[in-house]
C-alpha cells in the first residue's frame, strides 16, 4: 500500500485494477505481497502476505513477488527532548524507527539479485530524481500513462484523487519481451 503523500500518517491506498490485472496477466500469480494487509490482498489474491506487525523488511522473500510499498520517507525516532516539527503537526512522537523507500527498493532488489524471488513487480512513484529510486533505472519499468497520474484506491474502494506525481512499474525477471507486451496497455515501457 503506498502512502499519498509522504507528510501523510495515512498508508492504506490500495493499486488500482486495471495495474493489478497487468500483474496477474504477467505474474500468473502472486506467491507474495510483502506489504499489504487482509483487506488488499481480496484484491491482490497473493498467496502469502506480510502485513504491517509481520514488517516485510525482516522476512525472507520468494517466488513471484508483487509490491506496493508504503511509500514515506525514513524517519528515525524521537529523542526525550525531540523539536521535530513533524511531530508538532501530527501530535505524536515515534518511538521506534520508520523504515522508508530507499528500505523497501533495497530489499526489492535483493531478493531477486540473490535468486530468491523468481519474478517481481514494484509500483511506486516514478521519482526518477531520488536517490532511492535510482536503483530501479537499472531495471525495465513502464511509466504508466493511462488517463494521467495513477489514482490509487482508498479503503472505501474509491480513488483516491490528488496524487502529486506520476507513478511507475518496475520489473524485475527475465521475460522483458512480456512485460513490454502487458504493460505497454497502460504506460511506455522503457528497458535500461
Not at 490509487?152 to 480513488?159: A, F, P, Q
Not at 507513478?167 to 505497454?184: M, P, V
Amino acid at each position: 500500500t503506498h502512502l499519498m503523500l509522504q507528510t501523510s500518517d495515512n498508508v492504506e491506498f490500495g493499486t488500482p485494477p486495471l495495474i493489478l490485472e497487468c500483474v496477474h496477466d504477467m505474474l500468473g500469480y502472486i506467491s507474495l505481497d510483502p506489504a499489504t494487509s487482509i483487506f488488499w490482498n481480496q484484491y491482490v489474491k497473493a498467496n502469502q502476505i506480510y502485513t504491517a506487525r509481520d514488517n516485510g523488511l525482516k522476512r525472507n522473500w520468494f517466488g513471484n513477488v508483487w509490491l506496493n510499498h508504503p511509500f514515506r520517507k525514513t524517519e528515525r525516532s524521537c529523542s526525550v527532548d525531540c523539536k521535530k516539527q513533524i511531530c508538532g503537526k501530527r501530535g505524536y512522537h515515534i518511538t521506534e524507527d520508520i523504515l522508508g523507500n530507499e528500505y523497501w527498493i533495497a530489499k526489492f532488489i535483493s531478493e531477486y539479485e540473490i535468486g530468491n524471488v523468481s519474478s517481481a513487480l514494484n509500483i511506486c512513484y516514478a521519482s526518477t530524481s531520488e536517490k532511492w529510486y535510482k536503483p530501479l533505472l537499472k531495471y525495465p519499468t513502464c511509466f504508466i500513462n493511462v488517463e494521467g497520474r495513477t489514482n490509487y484506491i482508498g479503503t472505501d474502494g474509491k480513488e483516491v484523487k490528488g496524487v502529486q506525481k506520476g507513478s511507475s512499474i518496475t520489473y524485475l525477471g527475465r521475460d522483458f519481451n512480456k512485460f513490454k507486451l502487458i504493460f505497454s496497455r497502460i504506460g511506455d515501457v522503457l528497458r535500461p
